[in-house]
């Protein structure tokens, strides 16, 4: 039974329906939201536990920080059989700060590509965008909670400190008209993985959307199980 290089899995070792955060220690957290869950997997960043939903088997996994680990992570799990995405993640605001309080956090509908790994999949005109039906399902499931979520756009950034240290990078200016740009064009949230996720699971006919928040992560992850809880009658 051969294994993935970076995430030694291999098939059956995961459902179709995988939450990915970027930290492996917030995997166990996520693992304890499921039934049955059983770590199957540790290697570098990559930590894969899998239980059930509804009687159904799904998985987390983690991603890394970043966008090229986070392609090798979906890269791998699609080979292995999964199929359906959700990331699972804190962002920073990139709408006025009072505005943003009104929102539990932000279900992102797509991404800006503000990247590099995603030019080695095609070239910068192709969205990166959520599949409407995980979206959709993330809203619904958010609804039934009491949660406010705000839908939108995130910017996916290759820099932590180019967001939040713009100041001690030599092309700050650059840094500073590209946030300013994001915010008039109402770009929701800021983070590092979205856009390749999306984009990969785009070409790869596969589905991905992602929940993000402020800094409470435990509505977040509910949120995310009673979605896939969701997808899960639909799908049968």
Known sequence: MDKQYHTQLAVGDVGRY???????????????????????AHHREHKTWTGTLNGVKVSVTSTGMGCPSTAIAVEELIKVGADTFIRIGTAGPVKDPEDCEKYDGTIVTAAVRDEGTTLHYVPAGYPAVADRHVVAALSNAAKAKGMNYLEGISQSKDSFFGETDPDSSPVSSRLKTRWEAWRRGNVACSEMECAALFVISSIRRKRAAAIMNWGCMDNTIQVACDAVKLLIQEDT
């Open 18 to 40: 995988v939450f990915l955060p970027g930290d492996p220690f917030r995997t166990d957290l996520i693992a304890g939201f499921l039934d049955d869950a059983k770590l199957i």
